[in-house]
């Protein structure tokens, strides 16, 4: 394929495979710090924009709608601006969308504003999302080692660092419009810093441009997945992960502060133990995968996940909350990565299916908050959380079936 023969080509152009890796690591820590830093003032939203649960959720599906757009948008994107110009425009309106959410909600109290805005951090969240993971697969690609996992705790220290300086800041009353404000001039900062040394594969010649572009390639290429079991194994496998993943990073926060009688820096702390946990699952994980095997790693994590919400749901003592919230964040770390690094183990084809698997997997993480926002307004957002229990017992079904596959191993170094 024309695209395939230029890679090694690119390749040589890097400075060096560290620098590249170590910029994509740099740019999943500055998307997770992004993320944390609206999460974990999403209490603080809801109270100048006086909203309820059932219209928090709203505000979440403007996050999932421009989110989804993102995820579709992103193949076009990538064949017509290439990996780097792609993700650093991304990291630019990235930064100046938070900046802007925060003046709107400060400074407006508008809701529709908000929505609007998180409409288009959503799009180019989730966009620049896809392309960090298709170079990251290029990176495992290229140094012959699993790194995937690695990279999504770069993601989770991004989260454990905007979750605390969100605590930090609401503990001492800085307003939103100041937080955001600043986390999205660093973002925009950061962001031109870590790019220069990602692949810069060029976009592909005109035809095959517009031919990516093109909605009808597209629906082609979404309907051909459910012609290929074993990728929709995975993609399923992955979103069901992503949902327990999603809703924790929406609800944990509001979940403590209404139905657990937690402040709002102290319900902040419970979302940061949950990405602490996740953090630490995705730097040992790899090495566990390697001595014991990808199925019973996931199966085991998954089991821990469920009986992490089951216990946060039921939790007697703030302590029980604290440790719910720590192993579901255990037990949701590794699905999702391992699923991207599955999917591109094909010597082909591998960024088309890590943009499937996005697609599985970001579109079950950005409509799962919505939902459980409606589910909470009527039955609260804890009983709400049996949903989720529910999803991810029927994700642990599916798991072995997935990891099983004949040749899916998530070491690139085998399909080389």
């Not at 419009?177 to 925009?188: E, Q």
């Not at 040992?284 to 014991?292: E, N, S």
């Not at 996931?298 to 089951?310: A, D």
């Not at 009527?378 to 529910?390: D, E, R, S, T």
Request: charged share 10%; hydrophobic share 55%.
């Amino acid at each position: 394929m024309p695209r395939q023969s230029a890679a090694p080509v690119e390749l040589d152009r890097r400075p060096s495979n560290t620098a590249w890796r170590n910029s994509i690591f740099g740019i999943f820590f500055l998307c997770g710090f992004a993320f944390a830093t609206w999460v974990a003032r999403l209490p603080a939203v809801r109270v100048q924009l006086d909203l309820s649960t059932a219209d928090v959720g709203i505000l979440l599906f403007a996050l999932a709608i421009g989110s989804i757009g993102g995820l579709a948008f992103a193949p076009g994107i990538l064949a017509r601006l290439g990996i780097r110009r792609g993700i650093m425009l991304g990291l630019l309106f990235l930064g100046a969308a938070l900046a802007l959410l925060g003046a709107v909600t400060e400074m407006l109290g508008s809701t529709v504003g908000a929505m609007t805005i998180l409409v288009v951090y959503g799009f180019v969240f989730s966009a620049t999302d896809v392309m960090m993971n298709v170079d990251g697969a290029a990176v495992e690609r290229s140094l012959g080692k699993t790194l995937l996992p690695l990279m999504h705790a770069f993601f989770s220290f991004g989260t454990i660092i905007g979750a605390v300086l969100g605590a930090g800041a609401a503990r001492l009353g800085i307003d939103v419009m100041w937080n955001f404000a600043i986390v999205g001039v660093l973002i925009m900062a950061l962001g031109l810093y870590f790019v220069r040394n990602v692949s810069g594969l060029e976009p592909p010649r005109p035809h095959d441009a517009d031919r990516a572009a093109a909605p009808e390639s597209w629906w082609r290429r979404l309907i051909g997945t459910f012609r290929d079991g074993r990728l929709m194994l995975i993609g399923l496998m992955v979103a069901g992960l992503a949902f327990a993943e999603g809703t924790a990073n929406d609800w944990l926060t509001i979940a403590s502060v209404d139905d657990h009688g937690f402040s709002e820096a102290s319900g902040a702390l419970v979302f940061g133990a949950f990405v602490a946990a996740m953090t630490a699952g995705r730097i040992f994980g790899g090495p566990l995968i390697d001595r014991i095997g990808h199925k019973r790693v996931l199966v085991f994590m998954g089991l821990l996940g469920l009986g992490g919400i089951v216990l946060f749901i039921l939790a007697p003592a703030p302590w029980a909350v604290f440790t719910g919230a720590l192993l579901w964040g255990l037990g949701g770390s590794l699905g999702f990565p391992v699923g991207m690094s599955v999917a591109a183990a094909h010597p082909t084809d591998g960024p088309r299916r890590v943009g499937i698997v996005a697609v599985f997997g970001y579109s079950s993480m950005l409509i799962g908050p919505p939902v459980l926002g409606f589910l909470g307004e009527h039955y609260g957002v804890l009983n709400a959380f049996i949903l989720v229990a529910g999803i991810l017992l029927m994700t642990l079904l599916i798991t072995p079936k997935a990891t099983a596959a004949p040749g899916a191993s998530p070491k690139p170094q085998r399909v080389d």
